[in-house]
């Protein structure tokens, strides 16, 4: 059978204005590199030629504006970009090229498409690149197109005036976001904390603590939940922190990933008619985690290949070894769950609990979302299951009743997350022996979940689904696998939404879940009904 070249889902184009590195480890080189790993089709105008190898730059050639807006111009017209990635804009005539042809391509909006900046100024070691007068001309004519801003520490410096550390980087951070308009801002190696060197094998750099990005944004929707970022309260992201000085080219290869990222959702979220789905949502926060976690793996991996310190790495998307986590790592995590059972019922009262759990249930999260005596109500479930062999109750959202009255888990939701952790209520249920499973729906909420250290994380709804009104869109199969691969071993995986058939709790667990979530189909059922739907969603799960 052919397949027409229309029915192909198209590669999101995304743009490099950068340097070229002729030492091949930053620049448009890296650039081009991440782009294929992220899944991008990359296109370049080059700013400046470099002699340059890795121990120095004996020369910068710039090349005429006329001919920097003719390379812009003859890729916007034949093919038009899902995103950019802005690096070295070495000179005032160079950023006024730029600057012009951003205002001419964004006059009738941006329509979905994505700006990342990466302003190279302050090199590493703390020398300045471009003069103060092209850091004002690159605020003033390129900040206000950038969706996010990517300077590293010395250049968060440089942008503020004072020395950025720990300490006061939330601070440099909001003054950054007020600079020209840019939507939101990481501030890279705002933290490091030195830890315990860790071997991590043959072919990989020690980790030796953590390295700590601070991302704070001004455009990302913000619901409540501890990955959101309110326009003057940011997030930390956190991840390992290698003992290499292979690290030319992290900068480029951080904000060309993000960039990317932002690209390919831009054109999913096109190929399906603009309804959420993907683990990025389109959100900034999101495609920062993945171009962290994409640049630690190569930080990981990076060699020495010449007299001075070597590239970053290219291996393709990040392993749950460098996914970042989201603010502090509880320093105690919440205990596994010990033969989770391969379906979980979810009920939203007391009665069809009872039938569940008579007729053979052995993992039960009752949802109740009446009014009237909710801790009545959970003391009665919880001394319905208890003592029956094998049943384990967990509690949706009510998470001191649970404590109160001796539930076996809780479930939380991103949004009530933020509260309980507020409340002391983690530390809480940890002292009680509780067990804790945490819904995530996208890469910022399972950095959340990384840093809580759960006893299970969820993912959904994987389909659609109509049980709930969601703020997500249909996860799918692909992600389901994605999520196995990120998820430490020793924490189960649960999946939910729109599980409403046999087949599709297979190809669930086929993909790597260890347990399916069940809403509805033991809802209006008789007890004898209800026994014989356990039984059999029970035996077509034990099979998979």
């Given at each position: 059978?052919?397949?027409?070249?229309?029915?192909?889902?198209?590669?999101?184009?995304?743009?490099?204005?950068?340097?070229?590195?002729?030492?091949?480890?930053?620049?448009?080189?890296?650039?081009?590199?991440t782009i294929r790993d992220m899944g991008g089709f990359g296109c370049t105008a080059v700013t400046a030629l470099t002699a340059q190898n890795s121990v120095g730059v004996p020369g910068v050639h710039a090349p005429p504006p006329a001919f920097l807006r003719l390379q812009l111009d003859t890729l916007s017209s034949?093919?038009?970009?899902?995103?950019?990635?802005?690096g070295m804009l070495g000179d005032p005539a160079t950023i006024n090229t730029v600057g012009d042809w951003l205002d001419d391509v964004m006059k009738d909006g941006k329509k979905g498409r994505k700006v990342v900046l990466d302003p190279v100024m302050i090199a590493t070691s703390g020398a300045r690149l471009i003069t103060e007068d092209c850091q004002d001309l690159l605020v003033s004519r390129i900040f206000k197109h950038a969706d996010i801003?990517?300077?590293?520490?010395?250049?968060?410096?440089?942008?503020?005036?004072?020395?950025?550390?720990?300490?006061?980087?939330?601070?440099?951070?909001?003054?950054?976001?007020?600079?020209g308009g840019c939507g939101s801002v990481v501030v890279k190696g705002g933290h490091m904390d030195e830890g315990e060197r860790i071997d991590n094998g043959v072919g990989r750099n020690d980790t030796i603590g953590v390295a700590g990005d601070y991302y704070l944004s001004k455009t990302d929707e913000s619901t409540g939940r501890v990955c959101d970022?309110?326009?003057?309260?940011?997030?930390?992201?956190?991840?390992?922190?290698?003992?290499?000085?292979?690290?030319?080219?992290t900068g480029c290869s951080m904000s060309s990933a993000i960039a990317t990222c932002m690209g390919v959702e831009r054109v999913r979220i096109e190929r399906i008619g603009g309804v959420k789905g993907g683990m990025l949502e389109g959100s900034g926060m999101d495609a920062v985690v993945a171009g962290k976690g994409y640049v630690a793996r190569g930080i990981e991996g990076g060699v020495k290949i010449g007299h001075g310190p070597g590239p970053v790495g290219h291996f393709g998307a990040m392993q749950r070894r460098h996914m970042p986590w989201v603010g502090d790592m509880e320093e105690e995590g919440f205990k596994g769950v010990e033969g989770l059972d391969g379906v979980l019922f979810v009920v939203g009262d007391l009665e069809t609990l009872r039938k569940v759990v008579d007729g053979g249930g052995k993992e039960v999260q009752l949802r109740y979302k009446g009014k009237g005596d909710v801790s009545g109500i959970i003391r009665e479930a919880v001394e319905y299951c208890r003592g029956k062999d094998g049943v384990r109750l967990w509690i949706n959202d009510f998470y001191e009743e649970a404590i109160e009255?001796?539930?076996?888990?809780?479930?939380?939701?991103?949004?009530?997350?933020?509260?309980?952790?507020?409340?002391?209520?983690?530390?809480?249920?940890?002292?009680?022996?509780?067990?804790?499973?945490?819904?995530?729906h996208c890469l910022s909420e399972l950095g959340v979940a990384k840093s809580v250290r759960p006893s299970y994380i969820s993912l959904g709804p994987v389909f659609g689904t109509t049980s709930k009104k969601v703020e997500f869109g249909m996860r799918g199969l692909e992600m389901v696998e994605r999520w196995r691969e990120l998820i430490d071993d020793d924490t189960k995986f649960m999946v939910i939404g729109g599980i409403n058939d046999f087949e599709k709790g297979k190809l669930c667990k086929e993909k790597g879940a260890d347990c399916v979530a069940v809403l509805g189909v033991v809802k209006n059922k008789t007890y004898e009904e209800t026994e014989e739907v356990v039984k059999e969603w029970r035996r077509e799960m034990f099979e998979v």
């Open positions: 059978m052919s397949i027409s070249l229309n029915q192909i889902p198209r590669k999101p184009i995304i743009y490099s204005i950068a340097g070229s590195d002729s030492g091949g480890g930053a620049g448009i080189q890296a650039d081009l590199h034949d093919l038009p970009f899902d995103a950019i990635k802005i801003v990517t300077p590293n520490v010395h250049e968060a410096s440089a942008l503020c005036g004072y020395p950025v550390n720990s300490g006061n980087v939330a601070k440099a951070a909001s003054e950054i976001l007020a600079m970022c309110t326009g003057t309260t940011g997030v930390w992201l956190n991840g390992p922190r290698y003992d290499t000085s292979n690290t030319h080219g009255h001796g539930a076996d888990g809780v479930h939380l939701g991103q949004e009530d997350l933020r509260g309980v952790m507020e409340k002391g209520g983690l530390k809480r249920m940890r002292e009680k022996g509780i067990l804790l499973g945490i819904s995530t």
